[in-house]
């Protein structure tokens, strides 16, 4: 079974003083979480305290990110982060495409790609966010949407390289604003964008739900079969609230780890073993 995927991102908050306390709360509050297994967590603070918070969860299954790099990996880019600094701080992790960078800095499909490949090149995992805004869900363009946001980012990778990447489903219209897609919706994308992954990476791949994941909503979304982990921002930002939803995606890994363990027993003993 692939680990579910809780991820925390912190956006343009917190200062150095509350990222290292809501590091050291999470390091203490997941912890026996984390240590039932089943679970991945990232947490992807600012850029500015990316190295003390990997230095607060040296030691722990918490691994860390930023939240965009530039797609080259060095230049004259003035206040640009590049990859490789994001690699040097022992952060392992970066998000690429994000709708609020999509959408408030300009980022261009062909430029998320750059991204993503430059995450790649310095030996990150990037989490590709897709997703569709209200008007072009409206007008019946989600899986249109999706699909080039997909082949952009995702074009000339070989199925290692493809097989590295995490996708986040996030519809723009759930981002932040309290409204999170049901998960009958979520459900519905992620299969299509599955379908549209390229083989050889296909069934690697896990596919996150992201926009606005609640402590009173992951359970659902986190058992849909088709969701295989949370990109969590405004309920990251807190250690209860965080910690109530890794609680959930807990569970649910559990729960899918005893139902693997009964079928791949009912295989055996329907082959005579
Ligand atoms: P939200 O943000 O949980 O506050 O809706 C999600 C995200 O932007 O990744």
């Given amino acids: 079974m692939k680990p579910l995927l809780i991820a925390g991102n912190w956006k343009m908050y917190t200062v150095r003083a509350s990222a290292i306390e809501l590091a050291q709360q999470l390091r203490a509050g997941l912890a026996s979480l984390l240590a039932q297994g089943g679970l991945e967590v990232v947490l992807l603070p600012p850029a500015p305290f990316l190295l003390e918070v990997v230095q607060v969860l040296a030691g722990t299954a918490i691994a860390v990110g930023a939240q965009c790099c530039h797609g080259e990996d060095e230049g004259a880019y003035t206040g640009a982060v590049s990859a490789p600094m994001i690699a040097s701080t022992g952060a392992r992790w970066v998000l690429c495409g994000h709708s609020e960078r999509r959408r408030l800095f300009g980022e261009s499909n062909r430029e998320v790609g750059a991204q993503l490949r430059a995450a790649l090149r310095a030996g990150l995992r990037p989490v590709l966010c897709v997703g569709e805004t209200l008007e072009q869900r409206e007008a019946g363009r989600t899986h249109e ?26 519809p723009v219209w759930a981002i932040g604003t309290g409204r999170s897609a049901s998960p009958q919706q979520a459900a519905e994308v992620h299969g299509a964008i599955r379908a549209l992954l390229p083989a050889a990476a296909a069934s690697e791949v896990r596919i996150l739900y992201g926009g606005s994941v609640k402590p009173d909503n992951a359970a659902e979304l986190l058992g849909q079969p088709q969701i295989d982990g949370v990109l969590v921002g405004g309920a990251s930002l807190h250690a209860d609230s965080f910690c109530a939803i890794a609680q959930a995606g807990s569970a649910v890994a559990r729960a899918r780890l005893a139902h693997e363990t009964a079928g791949d027993s009912a295989a055996r003993a329907a082959a005579g073993g």
């Fill in 145 to 170: 949407v999706v699909a080039l946001q997909l082949r952009h980012a995702l074009e000339g990778l070989d199925g290692a390289q493809a097989a590295r990447v995490v996708i986040a489903y996030e």
